[in-house]
C-alpha cells in the first residue's frame, strides 16, 4: 500500500527530469497517486516531452498564472480528468535578470511586479484555479528557498520567497476551516534549470555541504521531493502553516 493511494495531484513546475518537481511526481506515482502537470508558454512542450518520463498516460494541461483565463480553463480540465483534486505543489517561481545578480537596486518597479506576481502570488492563483475541487484533507505544498537572511545574487527573488512565505501562512489561515493545509518546503541548493538562471549559484554549492550537519548533495533532489510526498499524505494532518526545511540543516547553522 502506497502512502498516496487513492489520491489525485496537481503537479506544476516540470520541466525537465532534474526539475525538483519531477522528483515529486515521481515519487507520488509511485506512492499510489494519480498525477497531472501544468506547463506554460515555450515550456509547455518540454513539459509534455518529459511528461513521458513518468509515464504514458499523464496529462498535461496549459497554465500559465499571468492569464486569468487559464484559471477556468485548466480547472475545468483538470476536473474532467481527475474529477477532485488532493493536493497541489506550487513549483512556480521566475524572475527578469535584473532582479538576480549583483545590482539589488537597479531593479525597476515592472521587473520587481513580474517576479512577484509569478514566484508568489501564484501560489494563490492556483488556489483560485483548483479550491472549488479540493475538499477536506486536501493539501498544497510550495517549494521554497528559506530567505531569512539575504543571499548573495539572489536579491529580488529573495524577497518574493519572503513574500511567499507569508502568504502561505495566510493561506493556511483561510484554507484550515475547509480542512485543506498549506505547507512549504524549504529546499537547499539543487542543481536545476531555474537554479541555472541564478548567478553566482556556484557560491551556495561550494559552502552548503560542509555546512550543513547532515551533508548535502546538489545533485540529488530526492530528499525534497520525499518531504513534498510526506506533506500531501494523510500523515501530517494537523500541520499547516508550516515551513518544513530540508537543506541538511543549514539553515540551523551559525557562520
Not at 74 to 97: N, S, Y
Not at 181 to 208: H, Q, Y
Not at 223 to 241: E, I
Amino acid at each position: 500500500m502506497g502512502l498516496l493511494d487513492g489520491k489525485k495531484l496537481v503537479i506544476t513546475g516540470v520541466l525537465t527530469d532534474a526539475s525538483l518537481a519531477f522528483g515529486v511526481a515521481q515519487i507520488a506515482i509511485a506512492e499510489g497517486a494519480e498525477v497531472v502537470l501544468t506547463g506554460a508558454g515555450r515550456a509547455l512542450s518540454l513539459t509534455r516531452r518529459t511528461a513521458r518520463k513518468l509515464g504514458e498516460n499523464v496529462p498535461v494541461f496549459e497554465f500559465d498564472v499571468t492569464v486569468p483565463e487559464h484559471v477556468e480553463s485548466v480547472r475545468t480540465e483538470v476536473a474532467d480528468t481527475l474529477g477532485r483534486v488532493d493536493g497541489v505543489l506550487h513549483a512556480i517561481g521566475f524572475a527578469p535578470p535584473s532582479c538576480l545578480g549583483d545590482d539589488f537596486l537597479g531593479a525597476p518597479w515592472d521587473d520587481v511586479a513580474v517576479a512577484m506576481q509569478v514566484s508568489t502570488y501564484s501560489l494563490k492563483t492556483l488556489v483560485d484555479a483548483f479550491l472549488p475541487l479540493m475538499g477536506p484533507g486536501a493539501s498544497i505544498v510550495g517549494l521554497d528557498f528559506d530567505n531569512t537572511v539575504a543571499w548573495p545574487a539572489y536579491n529580488w527573488m529573495g524577497v518574493a520567497k519572503s513574500a511567499l512565505q507569508s502568504l502561505s501562512r495566510y493561506l493556511a489561515k483561510e484554507l484550515g476551516p475547509r480542512g485543506i493545509r498549506c505547507n512549504l518546503v524549504a529546499a537547499g541548493p539543487v542543481r536545476t534549470m531555474a537554479a541555472k538562471s541564478i548567478p553566482g549559484f556556484a557560491l551556495f554549492e561550494d559552502v552548503w555541504d560542509g555546512r550543513a550537519p547532515l551533508g548535502w548533495n546538489v545533485n540529488d533532489p530526492e530528499p525534497v521531493a520525499r518531504a513534498c510526498v510526506a506533506l500531501f499524505s494523510d500523515w501530517f494532518p494537523k500541520t499547516t502553516g508550516e515551513i518544513v526545511h530540508v537543506d541538511g540543516g543549514f539553515h540551523a547553522t551559525g557562520v
